[in-house]
């Protein structure tokens, strides 16, 4: 099984501001990976995947990238309603689904 | 568009069998395009997948679970399920249900809390 890890657990971010995300994975999983947005009270949506590839609607300010065990998820800046919890997933050894803890973005 | 709804009750009784229910729009679950499964969230805590199907009828469940876990297609209601058998507390969460025309999760439902409690 892979494990996720990402961090920081929270980030604290002004409106406007950028935010940059961490996720490392215990092994390599090349450029399959994938991010998702968890708003207060809502389901995930897939933002990302292929590591950098936006899903359909994604808006341009989100952005992802790395590569092996080490990739980052950048918000360029951020917008009220990007304030929600980000999860990553590998899916290069599938089954078993793993997913990282989570970052939650908030107003800082 | 792919849409999803899940439905079954709310509160469950400890060690009784939960029984989640997904009807899909857009889509046929027959469809080999997609992999229909649930994913889990219990209160204030990350996401747990259960468990997959493909429209040929390959499960692939959560280590972790796959000694109570089942997951089905009814093709007739086009809709998938979940039963999750001898429940605990900890089983308590929201329940997701998803479609992936690979293998991460395009599209989820709005999800559904289910409580484990006597």
């Known amino acids: 099984e892979i494990v996720m890890t990402q961090s920081p657990a929270t980030l604290s971010v002004s409106p406007g501001e950028r935010a940059t995300l961490s996720c490392r994975a215990s092994q390599s999983v090349g450029s399959s990976l994938a991010w998702y947005q968890q708003r207060p009270g809502q389901a995930p949506r897939l933002l990302i995947f292929g590591v950098s590839i936006r899903a359909s609607g994604i808006p341009a300010r989100f952005s992802g990238s790395g590569s092996g065990t080490e990739f980052t998820l950048t918000i360029s800046s951020l917008q009220s309603e990007d304030f929600a919890v980000y999860y990553c997933?590998?899916?290069?050894?599938?089954?078993?689904?793993?997913f990282g803890g989570g970052t939650k973005v908030d107003i800082k | 568009q792919l849409q999803l709804q899940e439905s079954g009750p709310g509160l469950v009784k400890p060690s009784e069998t939960l029984s989640l229910t997904c009807t899909v729009s857009g889509a046929s679950v027959s469809s080999s395009s997609y992999y229909w499964g649930w994913i889990r969230q219990p209160p204030g805590k990350g996401l747990e997948w259960i468990g997959s199907?493909?429209?040929?009828?390959?499960?692939y469940y959560n280590p972790s679970l796959k000694s109570r876990v089942a997951i089905f297609v009814d093709t007739s209601k086009n809709q998938f399920s979940l039963k999750l058998s001898s429940v605990t507390a900890t089983d308590t969460a929201i329940y997701y249900c998803t479609g992936s025309d690979y293998y991460y999760f395009d599209f989820w439902g709005q999800g559904t809390l289910v409580t484990v409690s006597s």
């Open positions: 199907i493909y429209y040929s009828g390959s499960t």
């Open positions: 997933q590998p899916y290069n050894k599938w089954p078993p689904v793993t």
